[in-house]
């Protein structure tokens, strides 16, 4: 950390939620969830898309119940999506180079 650049966590206390416990797990996913809202989101890039990707995982992580199994049945279809489309491909280059 550069000299003169507050600390992250004082920082962030201090200006945005001012008056709260820092120490309060509630404030703290409070904050998380405002850092989050922050992040700049270009999906044009690989980084943004792999940001999405990872809080999608988070968020998957933090439900439960029919939400978790309603995240993890749109994980699985991709999941097929991507087996379908590699087979598909892997067979037109057999048939390709083969036949």
């Known amino acids: 950390m550069e000299r003169g650049e507050p600390d992250e966590e004082t920082g962030r206390f201090r200006d945005d939620l001012d ?3 820092p120490d309060d797990p509630e404030v703290q996913e409070f904050a998380a969830h405002r ?3 922050r992040r700049p989101n270009s999906e ?3 980084e943004g ?3 999405g ?5 988070q ?4 439900t439960d119940g ?4 309603v995240a993890v049945g749109v ?12 087979w598909n491909a892997v067979s037109f280059v057999f048939a390709t180079f083969l036949g």
């Open 19 to 21: 008056g709260l416990d």
């Open 35 to 37: 850092d989050r809202m």
């Open 44 to 46: 044009a890039t690989v």
């Open 49 to 51: 898309m792999l940001r």
């Open 53 to 57: 990707v990872d809080d999608f995982a």
């Open 59 to 62: 968020s998957v992580n933090r």
């Open 66 to 69: 029919h939400r978790r199994v």
């Open 75 to 86: 994980v699985l279809l991709i999941l097929l999506g991507v087996l379908f489309t590699v």
